[in-house]
């Protein structure tokens, strides 16, 4: 392998979509906790992609695009480099970059340590956003290993902003202080695991945006789903919906399965989902595009949402569902509908 190329390693197709699978599962978890309380501004969660490279050098280039080795090459362009290090329990975790695009932190790190614990490991971690009250938070973290007991990690954290103490109301905030904690890291298989206290305290401002405030609506079956804005950054184009209903049916019984951005010549993309949060009123969502769509061109946004009243296992592993008031309503509406939104930001 030419080592001079180290920097345009690409992850393969088939792990990008497991990335997405495991997304998409991570998020269908946290929406059922969601129903009955919303989570502080904290988040403790991770999957693993199971990836192991060659044995490289700590000198080398790879480690300055981590961003990169995820797939995610438009973050690494907009990002701050931090290179912020903490050792503890002889592991040493750098914090590399860091990107806040509309609600979402990214963050990168590398990780060291003399023996290794394997190649399928996970990061234990809480993310805290100082001076805001926080409605929810999902995201998604994968971690790679290097060789030479080296590994690799990128997390991304959707945050619904609701309040910042000295004000009512802040949807988003232009400037945040963050508090990340590792204090775990463990190989999900073996069960081995280091535990430590890795701290880290950055101040990150949101990449200027261009934000369109929209009320797209549309309804099928006494189901409504709205585009409530769109916002065009360095990262690329941020989509946030909201769903609710006139059935007297709580709004979480439909879930937005699949997001796709279509043009005008035909061409469909697949919109990466970052969960959602709620109440059993109305539901958000955000799904972002890794490109700045061209606001002068039509689009039209596909949704395909899917009705369940199945809540999930509760601690005595039964299943629990949401109260229905009147069966029948539930079962007029489809199983799968379709929307189909009109996306026009020409000014």
């Known amino acids: 392998m030419d080592l001079k190329n180290l920097d345009n390693i690409k992850i393969p197709e088939e792990l990008n979509g497991l990335k997405e699978k495991l997304y998409r599962d991570e998020m269908n978890s946290k929406a059922k906790k969601f129903r009955y309380s919303y989570i502080a501004a904290t988040l403790a969660f991770i999957f693993v992609l199971g990836m192991a490279f060659p044995k490289y050098t700590k000198d080398l280039p790879l480690y300055n695009n981590i961003f990169e080795l995820f797939g995610d090459g438009n973050y690494q362009s907009a990002s701050e480099h931090i ?111 280091i535990k430590g206290n890795w701290k880290f305290d950055i101040e990150l401002e949101n990449l200027k945006s261009d934000v369109h405030v929209l009320n797209n609506k549309q309804e099928q079956n006494g189901i409504y789903l709205n585009i409530d804005r769109i916002e065009i950054d360095d990262v690329g184009t941020n989509f946030k919906i909201s769903w609710w209903n006139d059935l007297k049916l ?15 010549n035909g061409n469909s993309f697949k919109l990466e989902q970052k969960g959602i949060w709620g109440n059993k009123d109305i539901v958000n969502s955000e799904a972002k595009f890794s490109k700045k769509i061209d606001t002068d061109q039509d689009y039209i946004l596909k949704c395909t949402m899917r009705k369940s009243d199945i809540i999930g296992y509760n601690e005595q592993g039964k299943i629990e569902k949401y109260e229905i008031k009147d069966r029948r309503v539930y079962e007029k509406i489809p199983n799968v509908i379709e929307f189909e939104i009109p996306v026009n930001l020409k000014k």
């Open 83 to 193: 290179d912020e290090e903490v050792v503890s329990n002889g592991v040493s975790i750098r914090l590399v970059d860091a990107v806040y695009s509309n609600n979402e932190v990214s963050l990168t790190t590398i990780i060291k340590m003399k023996e290794p614990i394997g190649e399928n490991v996970a990061l234990s971690s809480d993310l805290a956003i100082k001076n805001f009250n926080i409605l929810g938070m999902t995201g998604n973290s994968g971690v790679k290993y290097m060789g030479n007991g080296i590994y690799i990690s990128e997390s991304k954290m959707n945050i619904d902003f609701k309040e910042h103490k000295s004000k009512k109301f802040a949807e988003k905030a232009d400037k945040i202080k963050v508090k990340y904690k590792i204090d775990g890291i463990f190989n999900y298989e073996t069960k081995k695991e």
């Open 250 to 264: 709580d709004a979480m019984i439909n879930q937005v399965d699949d997001i796709y951005l279509v043009d005008t």
